[in-house]
């Protein structure tokens, strides 16, 4: 069974930065493509940020420019770094893998941000 545990996550100022990580337990990490996606209250959940196995990655207009996805193959870890926080970047964070080749996806438990002064 796929377990994704996120961490670094917390309340943050306007302005200030953040680095979530997401921990897998797959055998072949670098076989899936990894995103970071968010769901605020009374909103549906939308992708921040993804990166593929090729490592093209992808942003929401919304964080382009100060949201950062990264992954590191031998830790079996995908990182968001996130720069120039905003109060409407308070969401739950939630991490996702998939691979390409069978579809078999799984997601992590989320993790909330907070953005406030």
């Known amino acids: 069974q796929v377990r994704l545990v996120e961490s670094g996550g917390g309340l943050v100022q306007p302005g200030g930065s953040l680095r979530l990580s997401c921990a897998a337990s797959?055998?072949?990490?670098?076989?899936?493509?990894v995103a970071w996606y968010r769901q605020a209250p009374g909103k549906q959940r939308e992708l921040v940020a993804d990166?593929?196995?090729?490592?093209?990655?992808n942003y929401a207009d919304s964080v382009k420019g100060r949201f950062t996805i990264s992954r590191d193959n031998a830790k079996k870890t995908v990182y968001l770094q996130m720069n120039s926080l905003k109060p409407e970047d308070t969401a739950v964070y939630y991490c996702?893998?998939?691979?390409?080749?069978?579809?078999?996806?799984?997601w992590g438990q989320g993790i909330q941000v907070t953005v406030s002064s």
């Open positions: 797959v055998t072949i990490f670098s076989a899936y493509a």
């Open positions: 990166m593929t196995i090729g490592g093209t990655t």
């Open positions: 996702k893998i998939e691979s390409p080749r069978t579809s078999f996806g799984s």
